[in-house]
């Protein structure tokens, strides 16, 4: 009940941003909504499978490059058909490195995850011809359910249409994933991010549910990438590289894994901490660095650990 | 025969920990496995579960050739086991737990989309094993929380959630005390019945408890068969007795 209320405001909040906010916040806001996506994704290997990759930037950059590719090279527009693609580009390259990472549990895991990324990272650069290198690819703005808004002004285009729309794809991925976690599979993730070898005992297949719940998070991870692939305007490697991935276990880290919502915070706080830090002080990296490390020393369950849980998993 | 062992031994590496044991359970049968600390008792468990691959030797599950077929396809072909290290799910609740093994059992982990609460089967099948192990009132609790004799009873319940055939409980009452062990095992027995369980293999070291509950016995030392009897006759052999039971230790893991 109180988890509702909490989530009706917040979702009245977003949707009236536009309305309220000066519209640099409110672009800062497309970001935010893409993250959102990705770590809802990421969350379901991290949170609820134990599993921790240092290489979904991986399956960012896909989705951001497949929207690139799409509006430029193949003149698709339509953001549908964007989308829709880059989870499907995303799924086709996880499936085989799934089959490859989860083989491997902890910090092995990570740095094959990490390793890929890091692959990937340099075909981008390498293959210029293709990728245009470190330059990047520019993205042109797609059309929104079938509307071609290529009069609108840039910003106008940006802070009303599509983050509505960013919005909706954010609910439906918080939708799907809502289903997910709480179907017996989800509840399958969780025994094997708990004890896989009881897991076992009960007849669960541990590679085969971490493999699933991997390219599902491929999947939103890529969705993610080409959502925020307009907004960004130019996409390049940078968006791919480890840092990126880092970045994203970072604000998991920070809303707290072990809650439904926690990486929405994460990110939400992230990306508005990062922004005012940068404005006010000149080493912001610096003084960002040890906020973010101090945030998780005293809030080791995330800023959403803070707030004492009754058990949302079970009530559900 | 449901469960046959020819044979079997054991190295890890130069130490033979098991040598050409030979044991088979048939069905409706209660078998407690004794023996000092290293004798090879969860060393054959391991064996007898597929988990663990023989030097030598071949185990047979209703005249199927299980050697070293790990614990996935077992647990699907109807046998489940639970270790001398209690062993949980921390952060699930006691009804999760139970769901998950229903789940398990009914194939629908899959189901990626399906609502766990809207499906009847798995909250009633988790419900009843719950009910059935004097867990219901603490199906909210989670896991780790419960204190170390319910952590034991849950899993073992998990393990009766899967409804197998047979069933190999390493310890199930080790770190409990003696009035909750034979609460434990009067729960095991009548669990079994509920289920129409066909034979529990168990290692136990409190012999009260072997020779209160087992029809059969199998004494292990220093990794041989020593003796495969009935409590009766176990009983009966003092000799025997002392050696099994010689170096025995307190509550422990
Ligand atoms: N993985 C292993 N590697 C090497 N030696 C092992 C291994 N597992 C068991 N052993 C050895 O094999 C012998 C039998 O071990 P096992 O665990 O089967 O004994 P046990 O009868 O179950 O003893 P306990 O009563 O202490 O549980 C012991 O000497 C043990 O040290
Ligand atoms: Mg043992």
């Known amino acids: ?316 | 025969m449901i469960l046959q062992a020819e044979n079997v031994t054991k190295y890890y590496g130069e130490f033979r920990a098991l040598h050409d044991v030979t044991l088979g359970v048939s069905a409706g049968e209660f078998v407690s496995i004794i023996g000092p600390n290293g004798a090879g008792k969860s060393t054959l468990l391991n064996l007898l579960t597929g988990l663990a691959r023989p030097s030598s030797g071949t185990v047979r599950f209703k005249d199927r050739d299980i050697t070293g077929i790990g614990p996935v396809k077992l647990a699907k072909l109807g046998m489940a086991r639970s270790f001398q290290l209690v062993q949980i799910f921390p952060d699930l609740t006691v009804r999760e737990t139970l769901q998950a093994a229903v789940a398990a059992r009914l194939r629908r982990g899959r189901r990626i989309f399906a609502s766990l609460r809207g499906d009847r089967d798995i909250r009633d099948g988790a419900e009843e094993v719950a009910a059935l192990f004097g867990l219901d009132a603490k199906r909210r609790a989670l896991a780790r929380e419960l204190p170390q004799g319910d952590k034991k009873l849950l899993d073992v319940a998990s393990a009766f959630a899967l409804r197998p055939e047979i069933i190999l409980l390493d310890e199930p009452t080790s770190g409990v005390s003696t009035a909750d062990k034979t609460r434990i095992m009067e729960i095991l027995v009548r669990a079994a019945k509920t289920i129409g369980l066909q034979a529990i293999i168990q290692v136990e070291h409190d012999m009260d408890i072997v020779f209160g509950f087992s029809d059969r016995i199998v004494a292990l030392h220093q990794g041989a068969v020593l003796a495969d009897a009935t409590p009766r006759e176990v009983q009966a052999d003092q000799r025997l007795v002392d050696m099994v039971v010689g170096r025995r230790r307190g509550a422990s893991a």
């Open chain 1, 1 to 316: 009940m109180r988890q509702a209320l909490v989530l009706a405001v917040a979702l009245a909040a977003v949707v009236a941003v536009p309305w309220i906010a000066p519209i640099y916040h409110v672009l800062l806001m497309l970001p935010f909504m893409a993250y959102g996506v990705v770590l809802l994704g990421l969350n379901l290997l991290f949170g609820y499978t134990g599993l921790v990759s240092f290489g979904h930037a991986l399956f960012i950059g896909l989705g951001a490059y497949t929207a690139a590719f799409l509006t430029g090279l193949f003149k698709v527009r339509a953001l549908e058909v964007i989308l829709l693609t880059a989870a499907v580009v995303a799924a086709v390259v996880a499936m085989p490195v799934a089959a490859f990472c989860v083989r491997y549990v902890k910090i092995y895991f990570g740095m094959l995850t990490l390793a890929f990324g890091m692959v990937f990272y340099t075909f981008l650069l390498k293959f210029y011809r293709l990728t245009g290198g470190d330059e990047g690819m520019p993205v042109a703005r797609p059309f929104l359910l079938g509307r071609d808004l290529g009069d609108m002004p840039k910003i106008e285009y940006l802070a009303g249409p599509y983050y509505y729309y960013s919005l909706v794809v954010l609910i439906v991925a918080i939708a799907v994933m809502w289903r997910i976690v709480h179907s017996p599979f989800g509840l399958c993730l969780k025994t094997i991010r708990d004890n896989p070898a009881k897991a076992e005992t009960l007849g669960i297949s541990v590679p085969h549910y971490r493999w699933t719940a991997f390219v599902i998070s491929a999947v939103y991870a890529g969705v993610g990438g080409a959502l925020l692939a307009t907004p960004t305007g130019n996409v390049d490697p940078t968006l791919a590289y480890w840092t990126h991935s880092g970045n994203l276990v970072f604000m998991t880290l920070l809303g707290g894994f072990a809650s439904f919502f926690g990486p929405l915070v994460g990110a939400f706080v992230f990306i508005y901490l990062q922004d005012f830090v940068m404005s006010v002080v000149p080493y912001w990296r610096l003084v960002f660095g040890a906020i973010l490390a101090a945030l998780v020393i005293f809030a080791p369950g995330g800023l959403l650990g803070l707030f004492p849980r009754r058990r949302v998993i079970e009530a559900a």
